[in-house]
């Protein structure tokens, strides 16, 4: 048995706005220095020996492919969606991978980083496929939307008065194709980033050929489900707020530092969670609590560091 076997795994889901935040230009200088900062943390799982499996968000990533789409539609032939987010895989993998390895460098480790390109089979017949849901890309006013559903067929749909997107299916995974490569390679010690941007969907064809799919991918699930392909014992969930609460935002705002899940799933089911922002998230630490794992930990970039020594952030707990 190789020594790595023996050793904790930790699969770490990052936001896609913890590398381009709200508000920012988004250039690949800007990208790179908060990947450099958000994987800063990520030396202190290295240097406490645990196995490693990394995650990412890209949808400022893949939004920013979509514009290059519209913009260069009438010279150059325009990308599928399956497409961009495998060419943000590849991207954000590839800033991931450079920083990783000149942190690892510093530290005269040898554990290698590796990006693998994702695919998630889906079903074909997920009623998700045929009713999208999922909003992406760009807000436009009304007039405008009418006119790239007429050119690109796109479905569009208004998410706040005024402002309408686009919407694609949003089909839910089912497994991820070379997971046993990827826990592999993680129990082996090199760090893996797989899975990124939830993955590719793809479902298989009458022939059993593979077909990919325009549409994305909960990143959330596919985190809880890759870090129970790798039997992880503990999931760190980066995202834009240093704790999960109760009646979020509301004056009796309160902040969860510790549950079960048996609690959380209670808290979910009373409606404390944003449905389109936290609730993915605490089902996808649900998930991966009930299949192998025995912690979960929500929190910042900014409090992961106090988030590991149990002094920040949420931690979610198996029940027993």
């Known amino acids: ?29 800007q990208q790179f220095s908060h990947t450099r900062e958000s994987l800063k943390s990520v030396m202190h ?7 490693i ?5 890209n949808g400022p990533q893949v ?62 017949n997920d009623p998700a496929i045929e009713d999208p849901t999922k909003y992406i890309g760009r807000r436009y006013s009304k007039e405008i939307a009418e006119e790239l559903s ?15 997107r686009r919407v694609v299916p949003s089909p839910k995974p089912l497994y991820i194709f070379n997971g046993k ?58 995202t834009d707020v240093d704790n999960i609460y109760t009646n979020f935002k509301q004056p009796n705002q309160q902040p969860i530092m510790t549950a079960t899940s048996r609690e959380i799933q209670q808290y979910l089911d009373d409606g404390h969670f944003q449905r389109g922002t936290m609730a993915p998230k605490i089902r996808s630490a649900l998930y991966f609590l009930k299949h192998h794992g ?7 970039i900014s409090k992961i560091e106090d988030a590991i020594k149990g002094k920040a952030g949420t931690t979610i707990w198996r029940n027993n």
């Open 53 to 57: 499996c990394l995650t990412h968000g």
């Open 1 to 29: 048995m190789n020594q790595n076997q023996q050793n904790k795994t930790v699969i770490i889901a990052l936001g896609g706005n913890a590398l381009s935040p709200k508000g920012e230009a988004g250039t690949i200088t």
């Open 181 to 238: 490569s990827i826990k592999h390679l993680v129990d082996f010690g090199t760090i893996v980033v797989a899975g990124g941007g939830g993955g590719i969907p793809a479902y298989n064809k009458a022939d059993g050929s593979l077909e990919g799919l325009n549409g994305v991918i909960d990143k959330d699930m596919s985190a809880a489900l890759l870090g129970r392909v790798i039997k992880a014992q503990e999931m760190f969930i980066i």
């Open 294 to 300: 025995t912690k979960v930990v929500i929190t910042s």
């Open 150 to 164: 007429e050119k690109y067929q796109w479905k569009l749909k208004e998410q706040e008065p005024g402002e309408w």
């Open 63 to 124: 939004g920013a492919e979509m514009f290059r789409n519209e913009l260069t539609a009438d010279e150059i032939p325009p990308l599928p969606l399956g497409v961009l987010v495998a060419n943000t895989q590849g991207a954000i993998g590839y800033m991931i991978q450079q920083s990783l390895q000149n942190a690892l460098y510093k530290v005269e480790s040898s554990r290698e980083v590796v990006s693998f390109i994702s695919q998630m089979k889906v079903d074909r």
């Open 45 to 51: 799982f290295v240097r406490t020996g645990y196995n």
